[in-house]
């Protein structure tokens, strides 16, 4: 029998594979050398692929030097964190959840771009919008559509905003807005009937901290204050848009059920146990509310499309930012000065 050709030396497939995937470079170049010395005196074969994992193992150690000593590898390192941090604040719009705060690509939350994916951050970094809840469509079973989605989202939305926020004031100061992402025909299709309400900048501007107001923001006076405005300014959230006359019984009934809002409001204010100092401006606000409440009670009896709006004219001139609401602020150690509110 002749005698055996002796196989491929092991130590030069093992250089070869180690050059290629540049792990451990000098582990390459080792190996390498060990398979040249094993394969003369052996007379295997393989010197082709030990010699290749020799220079591959070569390169990648004479880089990888080259990086130690300019600091490119820890410009590398660096950049591989920055990586995994951006990675890791990446959410799609559908996982956003209430309390989180997050950024937008492009020109921010107001962009007409459709943006499937945001930057969630943590409340405390300055950030462009605020998920303040969500609410689901309910009882159907094919996309409705955006012009039925629209309206409710917007009256919904308005009112998830004014509860998580409790207070239209900093809200406006911080030019914060109301915004919204709701369901597609295509996500609709995959089980999607979610509505995520945000309170969201109009021009890129970034605010820290979150709106929210609890009671671990605020103590109960505020909380109880605070609550009975953003109820009574929550009414005009949902007033109907159609048009006079055609719209007529639905603006009197608007109107109606925010006279009994009102008039809840004012039980509220005048039987909660006020400290001493805020009860004399706490039953101004009252009769104000009382005053708001029997402009709105005209406005439900009237048939008349222009006495309709004075009357709801004059219950924003009663109670938007006036002195009294400006004084219970002042006892109550909150923002007191008065927003700038944006024209209509």
Known sequence: ?????PGTNGFSIA???????????????????VALVQIRRKGQSGKG??????????LSTLLMVLLLVTGGAAEMWRGFQDGVEEASRTRDTLELREGQCFNLPGDGPMDEAYSSSVEVVPCVERHEAEVTGTFRLMGYDRFPGDDWIEPLA?????????????????????GLELYYYSPTKESWELGDSTVTCTLATSDGKRNAGSVKRTTGSLDTLQLAYLTTETKASLTGSTLPVEDWPRGRHASQT???????????????????????????????????????????????????????WDQVLTVDDILLDGPTEVEIRRLLKLPFVPPERPEE
């Open 254 to 308: 608007w109107a109606r059920e925010s006279a009994v809002v009102f008039k809840d409001q004012v039980e509220v204010l005048r039987t909660y146990s006020w400290p001493a100092r805020l009860r004399g401006p706490v039953e101004r606000r009252a009769r104000e509310f009382e005053r708001a409440r029997a402009a709105l009670e005209k406005a439900a009896a009237t048939r008349d499309e222009d006495v309709f």
């Open 154 to 174: 917007e009256q919904r939305c308005e009112e998830i905003n004014g509860m998580y926020a409790r207070d239209e004031w900093l809200v406006l100061d911080r």
């Open 1 to 5: 029998m002749p005698p055996a050709q």
């Open 15 to 33: 250089s070869l594979v180690a050059g290629i995937l540049c792990c451990l470079p000098p582990l390459g170049l080792i190996l390498g050398v």
């Open 49 to 58: 692929m030990a010699i290749a994992g020799t220079v591959l193992s070569s």
